[in-house]
Every structure is written in C-alpha cells, then in structure tokens.
C-alpha cells in the first residue's frame, strides 16, 4: 500500500461539509484515510476574491497508482459540483479542489501528472496542514523533511 497525501481546499457553500464530502469520498474511492489536518481558513492564492478558503491534507493508503489517484480526485471533484478546472495558472473560486502532493517517495512527470505537486512548498495553505500530519516526511525531490521545507514557501 502507497502513501498519499493530499490537498484540500473549498472556497464557497459550506466549506466545512464540502471538505468532509471529500474525505469521505476519498475514503470510499481510494483507500484508507490515516490522517487529516485541521482545518485552516486562508486567504486566496493566485486570484482576488471576496471568499475565503478552508484546506486541509489528507494521508490516505492505497492500492491504486498515482494516474489512478488522479482519475479518482477528479472524479471526486465532479461529483462535489466542481466544473471547472484551473488552467494555465488562471484561479477562480471553487467548491472543492483535490490536489495529489506526494505518492510515497515517486518522482513522476507527464504531461497528465506531476509528483511530487510542483508548487507545493511555494504554498502556505498546503504546506501548514501538510506538515501538521507529515512534519517528518521527507520530500523526494528535495531530500528535506517538509517541516524543514516548510519555511520557505509563498503565502
């Protein structure tokens, strides 16, 4: 079984119920939830907009490989009412939002996937939940623990 961790994040509705909606789901579609973060409200990154955020990570053991991850966070995020996706760096507000940070120690870059997440330590509103469930995790790329990495990123 795989270790994965993933991003949370939901900026309209309920945010709380949107974000216990996906970990359910989660657990349903891809494996054992081990771990989840609190809870952190934050602000928008990347767009302007009068909503605020609620994210989270999640530690979920699975038996799928990270393509099929992705497939099951994406069909998650339909189901939830997300429509549409972010493209080329354009944010806009959204129900949920499922990102795959980590896949154990994998490295993976195709044109349909990225592990680790890219701009995962550029990002505050992943890194805070993210090392308050993984602060020992050691990031495949950059051979840090994500608490040591944890003070460089972006807010």
């Known amino acids: 079984m795989a270790k994965v961790y993933l991003s949370l994040g939901t900026n309209l509705g309920d945010k709380p119920a949107n974000l216990q909606a ?4 989660l657990q349903a579609k891809i494996g054992n939830v081990v771990s989840l973060s609190s809870f952190y409200e934050t602000q ?20 799928l490989s990270p393509v099929e991850v992705l ?18 760096g354009v944010y806009a507000d959204r129900l949920i939002d499922l990102d795959l940070l980590l896949y154990d120690d994998y490295v993976l870059q195709t044109d349909e996937l990225t592990v680790p ?8 509103f992943v890194m805070d939940p993210l090392c308050e469930i993984a602060a020992d995790v050691v990031h495949p790329v ?14």
């Open 71 to 88: 497939q099951a966070t994406q069909a998650i995020e339909r189901e939830l009412g997300r429509t549409h996706k972010s493209v080329d």
């Open 142 to 155: 950059f051979h840090r623990t994500l608490a040591e990495l944890k003070g460089t990123e972006g807010t």
């Open 44 to 63: 928008p990154w990347g767009f302007v907009s009068q909503h605020s955020f609620l994210n989270a990570a999640v530690c979920v053991e699975t038996a």
């Open 117 to 124: 997440h890219p701009l995962m330590t550029e990002r505050a």
């Open 22 to 25: 996906a970990v359910a789901r």
